[in-house]
């Protein structure tokens, strides 16, 4: 059974769920939830309070990488190799879709595959999609807005390879 937990951020609402064991989903919501659950020590494991610690050292730009268990409960085969790959983006680093496809040992053409499995990463910011741009270093597409893409690179100072 999987808890969340509603997480206020700079960059708006973020729900995160969990399993007895790990972070499982991480999604922004909008600012207009009716009931906010408030991040306290009670039913809310620690390694989720830690997860809050972290996402507000993350966004002082005091924190790289998040140290927090993850666990993937859905994906085909693809897109978990995909979101294993994400993990590889090192801090303040862009790959192109085209590059992630090909580090994957396919040909650049199935940039669109790995796009669309970005597009399904259930942990953004944890499995670090927004590192990954268009051709060109365009910003591409982003689940949770490209206003927020823009946001996490600049965070992370990221340089358009």
């Known amino acids: 059974m999987e808890n969340y937990v509603l997480i206020p951020s700079p960059l708006g609402v973020l729900q995160a769920a969990w399993n007895d064991k790990a972070l499982t989903a ?17 039913s809310v494991p620690s390694f989720v309070l830690r997860f809050a610690e972290e996402l ?22 693809f897109q978990r190799r995909v979101w294993e790959a994400l993990r590889e983006i090192p801090y303040g680093s862009t790959v192109t879709y ?4 090909r580090s994957l040992g396919f040909s650049s053409g199935a940039s669109r595959a790995v796009g669309s499995a970005c597009g399904a990463n259930p942990l953004p910011l944890l499995v670090p999609c ?26 992370e100072q990221a340089q358009p390879r």
């Open 26 to 42: 991480l999604d922004f919501v909008d600012d207009q939830v009716d009931e906010r659950v408030a991040l306290s020590g009670g």
């Open 56 to 77: 507000e050292a993350y966004f002082f730009g005091a924190l790289r990488e998040f140290s927090v268990p993850l666990a993937f409960t859905g994906g085909t085969i």
């Open 98 to 101: 085209g590059d992630l496809a």
């Open 130 to 155: 927004h590192r990954v741009l268009a051709a060109g270093g365009r910003l591409g597409g982003y689940a949770g807005g490209l206003w927020r893409k823009e946001r996490l690179l600049a965070i």
